[in-house]
Every structure is written in structure tokens, then in C-alpha cells.
């Protein structure tokens, strides 16, 4: 341990606005307290990773009681509601002067925060290598565990 | 590892009925076996730490076809399933004599476990102090890693 | 560390299809790594264990914008639609040649990963042993922390 820096593995399963956040921050946080870092993107994940998408990716007005604009599911799930939420949620992001997600995608390689795109969820969703951002490097569950499995603060979202 | 206790990190992410519930009976679990502990809220999870919230959590009866009483998603978004599916949720945990979550928040207040806000979600969704329970603590990122990365079992939820 | 073999420690909390998966994958992946793996399978991931269920389980056509086969709110809440993205994804995971979740889960059970009900669930939803699988044995949060609590890489789905 004494020679072995602190580590930080996260899997970024979900490709909602809210669910992408955490993994870029707690990554880019990590590097910055001299951690070394990786993102596996997996699932519906991998989307944060397709090219032009970081700052596209929305987040669902619907069975989530918890937000703060809490509104029926019944109106919710009307068309446009959607791009409603999404839009607050970005405003408020941008109020407190948190980074744009394609901003800290770019802060993330930078720094070096390894980022790893799911071979198998490539394959399942029939998505191309050049769909992809260019930092990404492409791997499988085996590259993410050899990654974890030293010293490593594992978290998923 | 001999001198340090073993930890368990963990971060919560949402702000539902279902998703409240394992972070606290974990962490409450570790301090009784003398592990230390720490529940770092961020995003809708902040939800739960807000004064007079644990107990007015919601389950949401849509968008989740694993739920017991599963009922179709177009009769699940009408006004006033929320409550029926959070009521029948309670009213489970409540035979099966699992206490709520105020009175788990205390009991981890109690024995120890740290309750950290995320500072960030404050500032976006603007949240203030005083508008908490008295018992968290506020901190970044970086508190929630220095503590995760210190021979910690590290879950997210 | 030198005595002891990494291990692989997973909450399965969720019981839909997206995220019955990655356990099972990354719990199979790691015994063939030769680490150890435990899944602890947890409120609605209880379903995943109950028997039969494992190739019956569902994927919600509804907020979750980041879908591949991305489609309203509007039309994913009307019926049948949960039973249609369900088949979508069945199939593009056979297409893949990504194994069903009944064979991944034999072949986990077989290879030596932990499988693990909780019993708290279990008393809250009212669900007996006879009801899972027989593969799996019946523990609490104390068996998968005690289980976590040595060189796991830990994760939550």
C-alpha cells in the first residue's frame, strides 16, 4: 500500500444527466487529491461517451419523487416535460458555476482519469469504436477489476 | 490495517422510500460491528437529510416492474398512487418490525456514523444549513473520498 | 494481502433486467480471475433469486432517457410497451451472444460466487426460502459486510 497510490473506480451504468455528474466529479476530485481514477461506462452509460452527447444527455421527470420540482407523474410524462426538467436542471448547474459535463469529460482526460468503455455493451447496442469520444479506450469487466482491485475507493452509479 | 478499522463509505444518491433505507441500515449496521461509518448525501439523496423529510420519502410505483405490488405503468401515473405504493411500503417495513428512517437517522446520528451534506447539491438546488437536520455535517467530494479511502468497504445508492 | 485473494462483494438492490445483469457479469468475470464473489441480493433485487424469475425480468420503457430505443414517456406508460423494450433488449443481448440470466446465474452458483438473500427483505415482502432459488443461501447486512470487509472491491447495482 505504501508504495501504491489511492485509487478510484467507478461504474457510470446510466446515462442520465443526474446519474453522469457524480462519476466526473468524484473522478476529477480524485486526480486532483492525487488519487489515480478510471470510469467504466457500461449499459445504458456508455451513452455519456458517444461523441456530441455529454451535453445532450436528459434527465427524467417521472418516478422520481425526490426531486426538487417534484411534479405528478401525470403531468410528468406529458411530451416536452422532459426537455423542461433537464433545462432546470442545467440552469441550476450553470448558477452555481458547476462545469458543463462535456467540459469535465475533457478536465477528466486531461488530468488522466482513465476512461473505459464496455466492450460488451458496444457489442449489445451495436455501437462503433468511432461513435466514441477519442479519450476513451475500450475494455471489458476484466479491465475494470484489474483496475479495482488495488487500493481502489469502487463506486457505482 | 491492524490499527485502522475497517470503514464502510457510503454515498446516497437518490431520495426515495427505497433507496433511504439501505445506506442507513448498512452504516448502522457496520458501527455495531465496530467498523466505522460515514452516508455522504448528494444529489436527491440531500432530499433525506432535509429537516422533517425521512419519514415523507416517496416510493415511486412506476418505471420499476420489480416492485411487489406490481401494477401497469398507466395505472401507476395517476394522481395518487405515489402515496397507495408509499403507504403499502411503510406499512410493510412497519410489520416487519424494521423502525423508520427518522428514527434510523437517529440511531446512526447516535452511535457515530457521519452524516455528511454535499456542499455542491446545497449550492445548486439552494439549499441552506439551517434547512437540514441538525446532526449532518456539510462537506465536498474530498471529505467523502479522504474518508472512503482509508480501508473502506465503499457502496452507492 | 499476500494470504488473502482479492475479492469482488456486490449489492444487486435493483430487480429489472439493466440491472440484474452486471452483477451476474462482473461476479462471473471476477471468479474467472480467479477472486472471490459475493452478491447480496437486496430489496427489489430480491426478485432476481426468486425462482423462475430469473429470465422473466423486465426492463421499464419509461424515465430513463437514455434508452437506446429512446421513446416518450407518453407512449412507454401505455401497456405493453413494458413487455415490447423488454423483448428488445432480450434479443440484442442474443444477438451479442451475451448468455441468459438463468445460465449466468447457474454458471456464477457453479463457479463458487456467494449467493446471498437478504432475510430482511425477505420478512418484509413476505417471501420464503422455497420461493428462491436453491443456489442462493439466506444472510443479512452483517453476513455481506463481514464478507466485504476483506480486500473486496465493492459495488452496488
Not at 500500500?1 to 453522469?20: C, F
Not at 455529454?54 to 416535460?81: E, T, Y
Not at 466492450?119 to 476484466?142: C, H, N, P, Y
Amino acid at each position: 500500500m505504501e508504495e501504491q497510490k489511492s485509487r478510484v473506480a467507478i461504474i457510470a451504468a446510466h446515462g442520465t444527466l443526474d446519474a453522469a455528474y457524480p462519476p466526473l466529479i468524484l473522478a476529477t476530485a480524485a486526480v486532483a487529491m492525487d488519487m489515480e481514477a478510471a470510469i467504466f461506462f457500461t449499459f445504458f452509460g456508455l451513452n455519456i461517451v458517444k461523441k456530441g452527447m455529454a451535453d445532450k444527455l436528459k434527465v427524467a421527470p417521472i418516478a422520481n419523487p425526490a426531486m426538487p420540482m417534484s411534479i405528478p407523474n401525470i403531468i410528468g410524462m406529458l411530451p416536452g416535460m422532459t426537455s423542461i426538467a433537464t433545462g432546470m436542471m442545467n440552469s441550476w448547474m450553470k448558477k452555481a458555476n458547476v462545469a458543463k459535463l462535456s467540459e469535465l469529460m475533457d478536465i477528466a482526460a486531461e488530468s488522466g482519469v482513465k476512461l473505459i468503455a464496455c466492450q460488451m455493451t458496444m457489442d449489445v447496442m451495436g455501437i462503433k469504436r468511432e461513435q466514441l469520444i477519442d479519450s476513451v479506450e475500450v475494455g471489458g469487466a476484466a479491465t475494470f477489476l484489474e483496475f479495482a482491485s488495488r487500493n481502489a475507493i469502487t463506486l457505482t452509479f
